[in-house]
């Protein structure tokens, strides 16, 4: 039995077609890309899958329970902007991931001190201890997306939905965030759903990479036909997962 | 160089900033002197000397009958007025504006209704409230909440709307009730806007205090003012105008304060 499924979805927005029969399974622990053109329908799959709409027909869902119909704690979410709450310090921002959670939204006493040290745990992996008692706003853009990252980890959520997490950032950040992500899902073998413009990321950082596309293509009327998964790449080793040789070959490695 | 890249030095600055009030009363000096030349009983424009004068008696000396000094009196009772009504109007606006801009059920039932009830200018039912509230304190608080709180309703639900979806999904993610998204997400959110447009609604709130004092009051600064109108004594109006004024803009500075103080997140946001 698959950890995520999703099965048979259409999603149409009015009379307009955007997703068609989409059908994937996902093992738990697995880092799925998810690529495709502008306006293909891969965020709107995100958007499924984090339950913030309903599809118009099919089923989505985690670990064989009932399909959500709101976003909840099992989903945890970073975007492209506007993850962190900007009224609150770093160190706030990530007790919140805990705290949000109970009636009044606070810890008090002994239970605030614990999940104070937790974040400062959290935060000193993320590599902004130094900045615990900063507002987001004086942070860079890649520190408030380690930050949004670090945030939705902290409410340990059963799958981290990444809509273009890194999509605003310059190219040398967007690299030491790879690394971070990286060392992070080795760490929490969580399973990840990451939408990416960039298909070189998309194969650097997924397990998987789901091409959406339209299958078909009417050209009388080019939106009567929604997108769906055309391409279901083995991304592992960049790639080329069977290129690896298995078996000892008894070549002579030069030292 | 172009004119928009051209910055006063500080030296200069104080002095622009200076310019037009000293144009202003080098204006009034001089059009004062002209009438007090051709007519030395004039009560249309007293010199500035004069209006000094009737300033230091008014805030010294006690009223002969009351045994007050009336105008401390009058402050006192129009900034109680001011401070109930904007403060209440304040604090409903935030309710209303959080429960209209989160809950769709109730954005669908007010929304439109507080649009329209912001369209009814407020001094035109002024005649009804009298009647409804009486004469005393409660029908001018309550003119002040007719006239602010409609706008301050719609301003702070438009500015929750304007909270990125993003940021509320994100707080469902980590699960967060509706009341908790309000009180940790929208509440804190909305509290620097709302001292911005409570600064926005100052003038008008003051406009609706003077307009039911002048109509209907015992004491309070627009009361005296339309007083003593009937004796033309242009030296009390003028000295009630700029204490006014004064009040006014350091209201305004004291928000901004507020606001520089307890939100210092925003500075550097957006």
């Not at chain 1, 909840?72 to 160190?91: A, E, I």
């Not at chain 1, 070189?200 to 997108?227: N, Q, S, Y």
């Not at chain 1, 991304?235 to 690896?244: E, F, K, L, S, V």
Request: glycine letters at 8%; one cysteine or more.
């Amino acid at each position: 039995m698959s950890f995520v499924t999703a099965t048979n979805i259409f999603q149409s927005y009015g009379r307009r077609p955007i997703l068609e029969r989409v059908n994937v399974s996902v093992e738990e622990g697995e880092f799925i890309s998810i690529v495709g053109a502008s306006g293909c329908g891969k965020s709107t799959f995100l958007r499924l899958l984090l339950a913030q709409e309903t599809p118009t027909k099919g089923e989505i869902r985690i670990g064989g329970e009932e399909p959500a119909r709101e976003p909840g704690l099992d989903r945890g979410v970073v975007f492209q902007k506007y993850s962190v709450f900007p009224h609150m310090t770093v160190l706030e921002n990530v007790v919140a991931g805990e705290s949000f959670r109970r009636p009044w939204g606070r810890f008090a006493g002994a239970e605030k001190r614990a999940a104070r040290d937790r974040a400062m745990e959290t935060l000193t992996r993320c590599g902004l201890d130094h900045m615990a008692d900063a507002y987001p706003a004086a942070l860079s853009g890649g520190m408030q997306q380690r930050l949004a990252i670090g945030q939705a980890l902290a409410a340990k959520p059963r799958i981290l939905l990444l809509d273009e997490p890194f999509g605003a950032l310059d190219p040398g950040t967007r690299l030491s965030m790879h690394a971070f992500l990286m060392d992070l899902r080795a760490e929490t073998g969580m399973t990840v759903f990451m939408v990416t413009h960039d298909l070189e990321e998309g194969f650097k950082l997924g397990d998987r990479v789901l091409v959406f596309d339209k299958p078909r293509w009417d050209p009388t009327d080019p939106d009567i036909i929604g997108a769906t998964i055309t391409y279901d790449f083995d991304a592992r080793n960049g790639g080329i997962p069977y290129q690896t040789i298995e078996e000892e070959t008894h070549v002579l490695h030069p030292a | 160089m172009r004119l928009i890249n051209r910055h006063p030095g500080i030296v200069l600055r104080a002095a622009l900033i200076a310019l037009p009030f000293v144009l202003l009363f080098i204006a009034y000096a001089l059009g004062s002197q002209a009438r007090l030349a051709e007519n030395p009983s004039d009560k249309l424009m007293p010199a500035p000397g004069k209006i000094a004068e009737t300033a230091v008696r008014l805030l010294t000396e006690p009223d002969r009958r009351s045994e007050k000094i009336l105008f401390w009196y009058d402050t006192g009772a129009s900034l109680l007025r001011l401070t109930l009504g904007v403060g209440i109007s304040a604090a409903l606006a935030v309710i209303f504006g959080l429960l209209i801009g989160l809950l769709p059920y109730v954005r669908a039932t007010l929304a439109g209704f507080v649009a329209v009830v912001s369209m009814i200018p407020p001094l035109a039912v002024l005649p009804i409230l009298f009647i409804v509230f009486g004469l005393g304190e409660l029908s001018k608080v309550v003119l002040i909440i007719v006239g602010i709180l409609p706008f301050l309703i719609r301003d702070l639900s438009g500015r929750v709307l304007e909270i990125p979806r993003e940021m509320i999904v994100k707080a469902e993610t980590l699960g967060a009730s509706s009341l908790v998204i309000a009180l940790r997400v929208a509440l804190p959110q909305l509290l620097p806007r709302l001292i911005q447009a409570v600064r926005l609604s100052l003038g008008p709130a003051w406009l609706f205090l003077i307009a039911a004092e002048a109509i209907a009051s015992e004491q309070g600064l627009g009361y005296r003012i339309f007083l003593v109108r009937r004796f033309l004594a242009m030296d009390v109006i003028l000295t009630y105008v700029i204490w006014i004024t004064f009040l006014a803009f350091m209201m305004d500075l004291l928000l901004r304060w507020v606001s520089r103080r307890f939100f210092p997140w925003t500075e550097a946001t957006l």
